[in-house]
């Protein structure tokens, strides 16, 4: 129910309409029976410096951003902190002290799944495919991991350099290499942890893996693929992973968990109710 002293949550981007975020959040904040509305803001970029001061003005507790505004916020904010720093992007802000703290738990929620098996992560190979925004928390989140290396693999050698050169002035220490898409068949053997960050198995290229299918046979023993595409779950990408029997994990746990620390920032508590936030979700995702 909204009253006169419902607190307001929301997300940002352009577009915004497909974001899944108002109803996980709202789920959220309904079973906490808290007096908060979670609600999608269409922001066109050239709009985002007044938006924000729009924010500040009717007391916006926080907010997430997405594209386009990952990046662009960032010299908008008060102060940015370290893991968003070294991802180069923000994900979530919130209002403290009449100042906007961005930080990024895109990180967060890709370990999240990550961290409930029982690995010695030191000598993992992590192997990502893609170098695009949802890489930069792959590769952040491999390192706080503790991987032995990342390599990254891509289709455009330019980006490939920029992508690496960008953690150069990161706090994060990162070993990575990068390799163009044709390299694949060579460094697949050593893939402990696979992971797909492109597009590629997403509507309408659903029935398109980013790895051919025969070259799921050279993964090494005990893999774990990860594809951080939710719908369809489980992708041909995973559904090839799976007749190899290595570990298989699809991009939900990801979106839950980056939405389940958001809130404990905004609403500073320990624990959310992620079940009913990963319910809401499977239901409108895979239950229609
Ligand atoms: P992005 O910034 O556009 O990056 C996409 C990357 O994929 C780029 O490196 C791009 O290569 C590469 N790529 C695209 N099509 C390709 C193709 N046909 N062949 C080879 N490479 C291709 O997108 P993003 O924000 O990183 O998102 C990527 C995926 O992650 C999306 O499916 C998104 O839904 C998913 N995601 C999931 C979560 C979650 O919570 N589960 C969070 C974030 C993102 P170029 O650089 O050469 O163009």
Not at 18 to 28: D, Q, R, V
Not at 103 to 126: H, K, M
Not at 131 to 140: E, L, P, S
Request: with cysteine.
């Amino acid at each position: 129910m909204i009253t006169g002293t419902t607190k307001l949550l929301g997300v940002i981007g352009h577009p915004v309409e497909h974001s899944l975020s108002p109803l996980m959040h709202n789920a959220a904040l309904a079973k906490l029976g808290l007096n908060y509305v979670y609600l999608p803001f269409p922001i066109e970029p050239q709009n985002l410096a007044k938006a924000l001061d729009g924010f500040a003005a009717i007391g916006v507790v926080g907010f997430n951003a997405t594209i386009p505004h990952k990046q662009a916020i960032i010299p908008l904010l008060s102060e940015i902190e370290p893991i968003a720093q070294a991802v180069g992007a923000v994900n979530t802000v919130v209002r403290k002290n009449h100042r906007w703290i961005g930080t990024n738990t895109d990180v967060e929620g890709f370990i999240a799944p990550l961290q409930l098996l029982d690995r010695d992560w030191s000598q993992t190979v992590a192997v990502v495919l893609g170098n695009g925004g949802a890489a930069r928390a792959v590769v952040a989140g491999c390192t706080q991991l503790g991987c032995a290396s990342v390599d990254v693999v891509g289709r455009n050698l330019q980006k490939l350099e920029e992508f690496r050169d960008s953690w150069q002035d990161s706090p994060l220490v990162v070993n990575l290499q990068i390799h163009q898409w044709d390299a694949l068949p060579k460094i697949i053997d050593q893939a402990n942890l696979l992971i797909n960050t492109t597009p590629i198995g997403m509507y309408p290229q659903i029935e398109n893996s980013p790895l051919e299918p025969a070259l799921f046979a050279h993964l090494p023993k005990g893999a774990i693929v990860y594809d951080l595409i939710y719908t369809p779950s489980p992708t041909k990408f995973l559904q090839y992973a799976q007749t190899t029997g290595v570990i298989a994990i699809d991009g939900l746990e990801m979106l839950v968990q980056q939405g389940a620390a958001a809130l404990k920032i905004w609403l500073q508590r320990e624990t959310v109710p992620v079940d009913v936030m990963r319910q809401t979700l499977q239901q409108q995702l895979y239950q229609k």
